[in-house]
């Protein structure tokens, strides 16, 4: 078998996904999220009398704390194969990999394991967010914005 037949052989075999479908159940999944967010910043500020930027952080922090505990209970997985892309906001996104890294190496020590592998997943998104916002400062300063 070369590797033409190969190539059709999975492409017949891979199961279709339903692209259509998929949009539908994370724009609807996201939309969720993105409403009760905003009703979490609404509740924050008028019960707390605190401002929208500080009822935001909490907001955040709320985020990352919920993601980790999915994570950390196994659900986080399971939960983005049913609700796609809008699950994966990058604040809970961001904590899912971060957990799932400390996770997996915990028992290799708190040095080798934690401490060696705790971005591994999120180091990628750092680096290339640091890069990308210095290459874009450059551009804003060049243009005189």
Known sequence: ?????????????SPRENRLKNMIVAFFVGGMIGFLGEFFLYFVTETFATSRADAFIWLCLTL???GTI????GFF???VSKCKCGFIIPTTGFAHSVTSCALDFKKEGLVTGLGANFFRLAGSVILYGIISAFFLCIVRVVLGG
């Open 1 to 13: 078998m070369n590797i033409e037949e190969y190539k059709k052989l999975v492409k017949e075999m």
């Open 70 to 73: 999915l994570t950390a209970f």
């Open 77 to 79: 997985d399971n939960w």
């Open 64 to 66: 990352i704390l919920v």
